[in-house]
């Protein structure tokens, strides 16, 4: 559909006091006037605008009213068969017309107004604000970079790829030289799969970082970090279960799988992570049944941890709790698992508590 119809003749003023050339002449005809759809609605407009009525057309977008405002300059005279014509078109759209809706998400939180909660509403209000400061970009790269780097480090590879896509590169930089080599890599990768995001998106992870700039970070819903959440769930999941979530996570966001990896503590972790003097504090507080079944589940596949606690046992304890792993039966498959979690249960709750701390295991670098 052409926006104006070929000029007919005359002349009218157009945008900034310019000389519009007009799309119509009149030439005294009784017939109706193609129009375009543009041109009908600038008929519809100076209809109500010489009536003495108004209209808010400023909830447009600003490239249709300047359209708008073109076309409206440039039609020049019709006739009254035209105008009769579009009226009649006008009439049965609006007859035909059902039910309107606001035309934005700002109109329709301002509709909803005192139907939904005022909590939910400021939110909605704050994430899909239509006006966020030019040079919100700008802010947030004044920010610390040991901040940034902890946000990009918290979030997921993708949003971490959008904040330091927005940030000017001297920022982005410095915030990369923070990162962990892992998530440096990941958010690298994943600046890949940000083509298709959207500046709505771009805005709403803007206004995020600006809302929880200084804000405390203690009043979410967890406690915990989701490593540790991760971490806690594992911990308490049988080898085979967690071998396979690992491998998933892994898929899905290798710098996350490498964190809760680091946060697992195993029955075979506690050779490597358990000093020896913090043994006996392990012995006090599982009971002796539970310390039997997890030790006799462990020495099938785990036969240097099980040494590694009797050894730092005294001679007479280590001897008698031999003597009577002797006698029990081997437990095995889900009754094995559930015996040595116990054990490993026991250890984390001394290290939550800070009896004990867990020694840092470091990866060595691959040569």
Same mark, same amino acid.
């Given at each position: 559909m052409n926006m104006v119809a070929q000029p007919r003749g005359g002349a009218g003023f157009g945008i900034g006091g310019k000389i519009a050339t007009t799309?119509?002449?009149f030439d005294g005809s009784d017939t109706p006037i193609k129009l375009n759809g543009a041109q009908k609605a600038a008929v519809i407009v100076q209809m109500i605008l010489h009536s003495g009525g108004a209209i808010p057309l400023?909830?447009?977008s600003e490239a249709t009213q300047v359209h708008l405002a073109r076309v409206y300059a440039s039609m020049g005279p019709i006739n009254k068969a035209t105008v009769a014509k579009v009226l009649t078109e006008f009439a049965a759209h609006l007859d035909a017309h059902g039910l309107s809706f606001p035309?934005?998400?700002s109109a329709a939180l301002d509709a909803l107004e005192g139907n939904l909660s005022d909590s939910l509403l400021e939110r909605m209000r704050q994430i899909h604000s239509p006006t966020l400061p030019k040079n919100t970009w700008e802010l947030i790269a004044d920010l610390p970079p040991e901040e940034? $780097? @902890?946000?990009?480090a918290a979030e997921s590879p993708r949003v971490g790829a959008i904040i330091l896509s927005k940030l000017?590169?001297?920022a982005s930089s410095d915030v990369m030289e923070i990162l962990e080599i892992e998530t440096a890599n990941a958010v690298t990768f994943a600046i890949s799969e940000t083509s298709a995001v959207t500046t709505d998106t771009v805005d709403i992870v $803007? @206004?995020?970082i600006l809302d929880s700039d200084g804000a405390n970070s203690d009043g979410g819903a967890f406690t915990a970090k989701p490593v540790a959440r991760a971490a806690s769930l594992l911990n308490a999941a049988g080898s085979a279960q967690r071998d396979a979530v690992l491998d998933a996570l892994d898929a899905l966001d290798t710098v996350f799988a490498a964190q809760v990896r680091k946060a697992i503590f195993t029955f075979a972790d506690i050779l490597t992570r358990l000093k020896p003097t913090d043994i006996p504090a392990i012995i006090r507080v599982l009971p002796g049944e539970e310390?039997?079944?997890?030790l006799k589940?462990?020495?099938a596949e785990h036969s240097a941890v099980v040494e590694f606690i009797l050894e730092n046992l005294s001679k007479r304890m280590a001897d008698a709790i031999r003597e009577e792993l002797e006698e029990l039966p081997t437990p095995t498959g889900k009754i094995a698992e559930t015996a040595m979690g116990k054990l490993t249960a026991a250890i984390r709750q001394l290290e939550e508590s800070g009896d004990i701390m867990l020694l840092v295991v470091e990866e060595e670098d691959a040569t």
């Amino acid at each position: 559909m052409n926006m104006v119809a070929q000029p007919r003749g005359g002349a009218g003023f157009g945008i900034g006091g310019k000389i519009a050339t007009t799309a119509f002449a009149f030439d005294g005809s009784d017939t109706p006037i193609k129009l375009n759809g543009a041109q009908k609605a600038a008929v519809i407009v100076q209809m109500i605008l010489h009536s003495g009525g108004a209209i808010p057309l400023s909830v447009m977008s600003e490239a249709t009213q300047v359209h708008l405002a073109r076309v409206y300059a440039s039609m020049g005279p019709i006739n009254k068969a035209t105008v009769a014509k579009v009226l009649t078109e006008f009439a049965a759209h609006l007859d035909a017309h059902g039910l309107s809706f606001p035309v934005d998400t700002s109109a329709a939180l301002d509709a909803l107004e005192g139907n939904l909660s005022d909590s939910l509403l400021e939110r909605m209000r704050q994430i899909h604000s239509p006006t966020l400061p030019k040079n919100t970009w700008e802010l947030i790269a004044d920010l610390p970079p040991e901040e940034l $780097a @902890q946000r990009v480090a918290a979030e997921s590879p993708r949003v971490g790829a959008i904040i330091l896509s927005k940030l000017p590169a001297s920022a982005s930089s410095d915030v990369m030289e923070i990162l962990e080599i892992e998530t440096a890599n990941a958010v690298t990768f994943a600046i890949s799969e940000t083509s298709a995001v959207t500046t709505d998106t771009v805005d709403i992870v $803007a @206004q995020t970082i600006l809302d929880s700039d200084g804000a405390n970070s203690d009043g979410g819903a967890f406690t915990a970090k989701p490593v540790a959440r991760a971490a806690s769930l594992l911990n308490a999941a049988g080898s085979a279960q967690r071998d396979a979530v690992l491998d998933a996570l892994d898929a899905l966001d290798t710098v996350f799988a490498a964190q809760v990896r680091k946060a697992i503590f195993t029955f075979a972790d506690i050779l490597t992570r358990l000093k020896p003097t913090d043994i006996p504090a392990i012995i006090r507080v599982l009971p002796g049944e539970e310390l039997n079944a997890a030790l006799k589940a462990g020495m099938a596949e785990h036969s240097a941890v099980v040494e590694f606690i009797l050894e730092n046992l005294s001679k007479r304890m280590a001897d008698a709790i031999r003597e009577e792993l002797e006698e029990l039966p081997t437990p095995t498959g889900k009754i094995a698992e559930t015996a040595m979690g116990k054990l490993t249960a026991a250890i984390r709750q001394l290290e939550e508590s800070g009896d004990i701390m867990l020694l840092v295991v470091e990866e060595e670098d691959a040569t």
